[in-house]
């Protein structure tokens, strides 16, 4: 069913957006012509800041390292791949696959490009690069299906933290608040002190479907979050209904212009201290950190999400090797650098993220990150809805669709019932 949805969901996706194709490489038609170009196009979503520094300097490693072969990198702007997803999804329709493109871990890959016969397995490639005990399992299974591993996991981020402006609350002396409750007082007192309590970005509405999905985190606990992804819950659950009320409650606290916002903007909120908190995952900590020169737990600090602690909403950005491309040799190489320690420990420390393998080197990572890798071995791990993990495409595109009506109408029947419709495409 999830595959047949999958696959469905890909094929409509690819006739809608072929007006958006033009943004990405012109340079398939020369490399077809017969001189075996030695090219590798990369395609991503990370582009400007806090984004494409980490692709910028893995690059770099990569054409130092193979001075013969040229890079393409083709990205596609857009948070969370909400048009480059569109526009990958043409290409591939049209056979014309990028040499390797940016998918998560989980359903994104395995359900979508991986159910539709595009991807070439790797279980070979893994083996020769002696990776089998480099990565923790939890993520090779996060890129596997029936036993072949598809994608190569670059990193490890993190969705349900908290950022927050430690001067903002040093001056309203503000404790970091770990339930719902405690975060609806501190939000009250910052209200009061004409602080927007909650940065929020939702020009594309994954922001709002992140908070959401922390939310219903925090009041599911891990084994049911999962169970409800898995459908073994309903959406009919009477936790998804006060999940669903909570989050309304939070978008009280938001900052008026929030739609006319995308991630950055609102993060910039929080930088500014006109915002006191941002629920980001922790590419905000790279555009914290290396755009906007903030120190880490100085000018912002970090906490989890209310009613998570100790739970771990896992994202991986992964690269595989799509069917059907001129150059898999040259590819392959490039997945060499981007699996390999030099290329996560070049990559992660900029984008905020952690290293996916288990030997990177922790020097290479401030307070944050080295907590984060602490995190990682000891929380619970659960997938991200809104990262492309947990369920389909086809549902997430539903659940984003209803996450923004919600925002503005604050329907909580109307929103479960979209929710509940949307399951069978899970
Ligand atoms: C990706 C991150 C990216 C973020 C914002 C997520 O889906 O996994 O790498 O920084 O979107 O664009």
Redesign the pocket.
């Known amino acids: 069913m999830k595959k047949l949805y999958g696959i469905m969901f890909l094929l409509a996706l690819a006739l809608v957006v072929s007006a958006c194709s033009s943004e990405s490489s012109g340079s398939d038609g020369d490399s077809d012509s017969g001189e075996s170009a030695k090219e590798v196009e990369i395609f991503s979503?990370?582009t400007g800041a806090?984004?494409e520094d980490g692709l910028l300097a893995l690059i770099d490693l990569f054409e130092e390292e193979h001075p013969d072969i040229a890079v393409e990198n083709a990205a596609v702007a857009?948070?969370?791949?909400t048009n480059a997803k569109a526009v990958l999804a043409t290409r591939m329709q049209g056979d014309d696959p990028p040499s390797t493109f940016?998918v998560?871990g989980g359903d994104e890959l395995n359900e979508g490009w991986v159910a539709a016969d595009k991807m070439q397995p790797l279980n070979d490639f893994y083996e020769e690069n002696g990776w089998m005990d480099k990565f923790p399992q939890e993520l090779i299974d996060l890129v596997s299906k029936d036993g072949n591993i598809y994608s190569v996991p670059v990193?490890i981020?993190r969705g349900n933290v908290m950022f927050y402006n430690m001067q903002v609350f040093e001056d309203n002396g503000i404790e970091v608040p770990t339930t719902f409750d405690e975060f609806f007082e501190v939000a009250d007192e910052l209200k009061a002190a004409g602080i927007d309590p909650l940065a929020l970005g939702d020009k594309e509405s994954?922001t709002a479907t992140q908070i959401f999905e922390n939310v219903l985190l925090g009041v599911l606990g891990p084994d049911d979050y999962k169970k409800l992804f898995e459908g073994e819950i309903g959406f009919d659950d009477e936790r998804v209904v006060e999940a669903t009320e909570k989050f309304g409650k939070m978008l009280d606290y938001v900052n008026e212009d929030h739609v006319s916002r995308n991630?950055q903007d609102s993060g910039q909120l929080v930088a500014n201290g006109d915002a006191a908190m941002i629920n980001m995952?922790d590419?905000a900590k790279g555009y914290f950190a290396n755009d906007l020169e903030l120190e880490t737990n100085k000018d912002f600090g970090y906490f989890e999400f209310p009613a998570t602690d100790g739970e771990f909403v896992v994202?991986?950005?992964t690269f595989g090797l799509p069917k059907g491309i001129d150059n898999p040799d040259d590819v392959k190489k490039f997945l060499s650098v981007l699996g390999s320690v030099e290329g996560q420990d070049a990559f992660n420390p900029l984008?905020g993220?952690i290293p996916a393998r288990v030997d990177a080197d922790e020097s290479n990572y401030d307070q944050y990150g080295k907590d984060t890798m602490a995190d990682f071995q000891e929380a619970r791990l659960v997938p991200s809805l809104?990262?492309?993990s947990a369920a389909s495409e086809g549902f997430l595109t539903k659940v984003n669709q209803a996450v923004n009506i919600f925002v503005t109408q604050r329907d909580v029947d109307a929103f479960v019932q979209a929710l509940e419709s949307a399951a069978p495409e899970m």
């Open positions: 979503w990370w806090g984004e857009g948070g969370a791949g940016q998560h990193n981020h994954w991630w995952g590419w994202i991986t950005d984008k993220s809104a990262h492309g």
